[in-house]
């Protein structure tokens, strides 16, 4: 029921903000509009994660660990920032390397194991932040289809280590891990921290 309602709000939402010449009710509506579209992606990442391990979808007995041990060692020595995630309910954090420990100001440990959102929330003091639902959409694309998924530069404030929000821009790739027989095993999340770069263009 909780599905339904937010999908019915959402639609209802994008009308009326579509037919408002009114700024301050525009204003508004886009604040309901991005609330409901993070509250509807939460709940399908808990109960459906990216929705790829419907049984119609496989080729087979799904391999997980081979997969991962092909991957692993050049996973954790890249200097780029890398997240594993489970494609399933939950989307769970299987791992993070350190070079995206580092750019997300978080520990392994804390995070391994945790679902995605519960660690990476929207900032609760944008009303307008969409980070969330623009992610999950992408991982969702990536589940669907089979294929890499570049997002345009996002804003997706972080938490530092004392718990306060802090601005970033990042430019985030979502890409499919498939066992030997095809099957998806895993989602790949790679961002670059492009802050600089977007705070360098308001001056």
């Given at each position: 029921?909780?599905?339904?309602?937010c999908?019915?709000?959402?639609a209802?939402?994008?009308?009326?903000l579509?037919?408002?010449?009114?700024?301050?009710?525009?204003r508004?509506?886009?604040?309901?509009?991005?609330?409901?579209?993070?509250e509807?992606?939460?709940?399908?990442?808990?109960?459906?994660?990216?929705?790829?391990?419907?049984l119609?979808h496989?080729?087979?007995?799904?391999d997980?660990?081979?997969?991962?041990q092909?991957?692993?060692?050049?996973?954790?020595a890249?200097?780029?920032?890398?997240?594993?995630l489970?494609?399933?309910?939950?989307?769970t954090?299987?791992?993070?390397?350190?070079?995206?420990a580092?750019a997300?100001?978080?520990?392994?440990?804390?995070?391994?194991?945790?679902?995605?959102?519960?660690?990476f929330?929207?900032?609760?003091s944008?009303?307008?932040?969409?980070?969330?639902?623009n992610?999950?959409s992408?991982?969702?694309?990536?589940?669907?289809?089979?294929?890499?998924?570049?997002?345009?530069?996002?804003r997706?404030?972080?938490r530092?280590?004392?718990?306060e929000?802090v601005?970033?821009?990042?430019?985030?790739i979502n890409s499919p891990i498939?066992?030997?027989?095809?099957?998806?095993?895993f989602?790949?999340?790679?961002?670059?921290?492009?802050?600089d770069?977007e705070?360098?263009?308001w001056?």
């Amino acid at each position: 029921m909780s599905t339904f309602i937010c999908e019915q709000n959402i639609a209802n939402f994008q009308k009326l903000l579509d037919n408002s010449a009114d700024a301050t009710l525009q204003r508004t509506l886009q604040a309901l509009l991005a609330s409901a579209k993070r509250e509807l992606a939460m709940l399908q990442s808990r109960t459906d994660g990216a929705e790829a391990r419907r049984l119609g979808h496989r080729q087979g007995p799904v391999d997980s660990q081979t997969a991962r041990q092909e991957f692993q060692a050049e996973f954790d020595a890249s200097r780029n920032p890398y997240m594993l995630l489970d494609p399933g309910p939950g989307l769970t954090i299987l791992d993070v390397n350190d070079a995206y420990a580092r750019a997300t100001l978080i520990n392994r440990s804390d995070v391994v194991g945790k679902s995605l959102f519960d660690i990476f929330p929207d900032n609760p003091s944008d009303q307008l932040a969409d980070g969330v639902s623009n992610l999950y959409s992408s991982l969702k694309i990536v589940a669907q289809t089979g294929q890499p998924h570049a997002m345009a530069v996002q804003r997706y404030d972080i938490r530092n280590p004392a718990g306060e929000f802090v601005q970033r821009h990042w430019q985030p790739i979502n890409s499919p891990i498939n066992d030997k027989a095809g099957n998806l095993v895993f989602l790949l999340h790679h961002v670059e921290d492009v802050t600089d770069q977007e705070t360098a263009l308001w001056l």
